[in-house]
């Protein structure tokens, strides 16, 4: 109820009020939650920090560490607004040092939660519990003297029916706390970590001592195979990291993560840092993804912009971007990716390094020939022989280009004679009078996109079982994003089931498709997924889904094929339209035409 003196205009606000209006800047949803005790865990120098949810964390987080924990006469009065143990003067707010300083965090929790708190110091025989119920701290009661701190929060919104009701789904919700808990890992290698929901263990990171360790347990050890070390330093500021080769880049942006003194943080100018210092080295639509951490002295930064600490401000804005910029420039220029990944040296689609003319006549291998009668919907070609299975790294997945066909069925009665292969990648045919060179990856994707695009228009993607089930590890919130949209991609032909913590199960994959490697099939699938909240129709969802499956599907280059294969596939390239793009944007076919050819040997005037 709002309080008045006489008929003035201006009321003061009841506490409570006042209360859940700061609980609305600090806590959005479950995640701010677990965000805010994370951090005063760290500051409580745990060295171990479980978090307990349940429901997505709307029905119930518990956090528990071992630091060093709160006295009777601390730990209520930790609860009253603006009390905090991390700033003294209003000197200390322009040398930050900790994580949390506010003193909002905790009262702005338990004005719209149900909070019970056990917490003990090393010095006491007894630890101590208390329940903060809409904000009121409740009785003061012992208990067992385990050093550290749980704080349980349960029922978040209860007192706020209308925010409560804007929360997302359950998936969604656990998806964005495993987000704070790994930059929270990622920030504190020396921590160890835990995840559970619903008492399903997510989330393991026991303590390491290397950054790239704990980067290779959230991002898997690939992630820093295919980087290079950035280093760099000033008196004032240092910056160190990972970012992704240029070869290896790809269209998601994840991770770029930006760790400013060990806290989380985006900052514009520093993303722009970064972009420039790669360049013109990045492939059009590729874009960079790192994990650096930015030192800088407390002094020269500004932590206190956001009420959740999201946002930075330097005090000196061109020096950092400077810095960050020489620091990948240089990395990109003189650095070799971070491990190196073993193997013998190919080209970038694992073709023979110097160009071989292959006579299509004289191979061996027996293949299954493209749109033989009788097959299914979607052809597949059996992938053997040399160069089977070669992935390329210039096959990373760009922007999706949508072509127009010819309408379906429509094939020009023009004569398709097959010649040759060129180094195992190009088809070399006769089409009427031209001469053609088909790129057989590109042309393959392409036909089986269209095929997989019309089969999904009529909601009728089949689903083919794999003989043997793979397992696929991935970091926990991959999985989660995974599995998030399991039932999106059911209808997509690709039933995926949990298998652990942090690995999913591959069933199917849709029919048609042949012989793929599920673990970099995944990989290109979640560049995807992280894009879909930001599309506006379920069209432009599932046409990269649809591209990543093709491309994954298609004959690759380095594999042979005979004449007659050849020809099935051309001739179903020219009944999807003879498009002369993938759908990522990369040519299908070069032709001269007899005019052309008479230009060139001087049968005809220029």
């Not at 932590?303 to 020096?319: I, L, Q």
């Not at 379906?408 to 060129?422: D, K, N, R, T």
């Not at 994954?552 to 007659?564: D, F, Q, T």
Request: charged share 25%; glycine share 8%.
């Amino acid at each position: 109820m709002l309080t008045a003196s006489g008929s003035g205009k201006i009321h003061i606000l009841p506490d409570d009020v006042v209360s859940r209006i700061a609980a609305g800047e600090v806590v959005e949803r479950p995640a701010a939650v677990v965000k805010e005790l994370v951090d005063n865990s760290v500051d409580a120098g745990a060295r171990s920090i479980t978090v307990e949810v349940k429901d997505g964390g709307v029905a119930v987080i518990r956090v528990t560490d071992d630091g060093e924990g709160m006295s009777r006469e601390d730990a209520p009065r930790a609860f009253d607004r603006h009390a905090t143990s991390k700033l003294r003067s209003d000197q200390d707010l322009w040398s930050i040092r900790t994580m949390g300083f506010r003193g909002e965090a905790l009262p702005s929790i338990a004005s719209v939660s149900r909070v019970r708190v056990a917490t003990a110091i090393r010095s006491a025989e007894t630890g101590i519990e208390f329940r903060v119920d809409g904000g009121k701290v409740g009785q003061i009661a012992e208990a067992p003297p385990i050093v550290g701190t749980s704080i349980e929060v349960a029922d978040l919104f209860y007192n706020q029916p209308a925010r409560k009701k804007f929360l997302k789904s359950i998936p969604t919700e656990l998806s964005h706390i495993s987000r704070v808990v790994q930059q929270a890992a990622l920030a504190w290698p020396a921590i160890h970590f835990k995840l559970i929901h619903n008492g399903t263990e997510m989330v393991n990171y026991p303590a390491v001592q290397a950054e790239q360790d704990r980067i290779a347990q959230v991002y898997r050890r690939l992630f820093l195979d295919q980087c290079r070390t950035v280093k760099a330093e000033l008196p004032v500021a240092r910056i160190g990291g990972y970012a992704i080769d240029p070869v290896q880049a790809k269209s998601s942006r994840i991770p770029q993560e930006l760790f400013l003194n060990r806290r989380p943080v985006r900052n514009a100018a520093v993303f722009h840092a970064v972009a420039e210092g790669y360049g013109a080295s990045l492939a059009k639509g590729c874009h960079p993804t790192f994990v650096l951490f930015l030192d800088i002295d407390p002094d020269r930064v500004d932590v206190n912009v956001h009420p959740t600490k999201r946002e930075v401000r330097f005090a000196e804005p061109d020096m950092i971007h400077q810095l960050v910029r020489r620091a990948v420039r240089q990395a990109m220029e003189t650095s070799q990716p971070f491990t190196g990944i073993s193997g013998q040296s190919t080209t970038s689609e694992g073709a023979p390094s110097r160009s071989v003319w292959t006579p299509a006549s004289s191979l061996s291998i027996r293949q299954t020939r493209l749109g033989e009668p009788g097959a299914a919907d979607m052809p597949s070609v059996v992938q053997t022989g040399p160069g089977a299975d070669v992935l390329s790294g210039s096959e990373a997945q760009l922007v999706f280009v949508s072509e127009t066909a010819e309408p379906y069925g429509h094939v020009p009665a023009a004569e398709v004679a097959a010649l040759g292969q060129l180094n195992r990648t190009f088809l070399v045919v006769r089409i009427g009078s031209d001469l053609t060179v088909i790129d057989q990856h590109t042309a393959h994707e392409r036909v089986l996109f269209e095929r997989l695009y019309r089969a999904w228009s009529a909601q009728g993607i089949r689903a083919q079982p794999l003989l043997l089930p793979e397992t696929v590890e991935l970091s926990a919130p991959h999985a989660a994003l995974l599995l998030r949209h399991q039932g999106d991609l059911e209808q997509l032909g690709l039933e995926l089931e949990p298998f652990g913590a942090s690995a999913v199960l591959v069933r199917s994959i849709p029919t048609g498709l042949g012989k793929i490697k599920p673990a970099s099939f995944l990989e290109d699938l979640l560049d995807d997924l992280s894009q879909w909240d930001r599309a506006s129709t379920i069209e432009m969802k599932v046409r990269p889904v649809l591209a990543s499956l093709a491309c994954h599907g298609a004959v690759r280059a380095g594999r042979s094929m005979e004449l007659p294969e050849i020809k099935a596939l051309v001739e179903d390239w020219r009944t999807e339209g003879e498009m002369t793009t993938c759908p990522h944007g990369r040519r299908t076919v070069f032709r001269l035409s007899t005019e052309d050819l008479e230009k060139m040997f001087g049968r005809a005037g220029w």
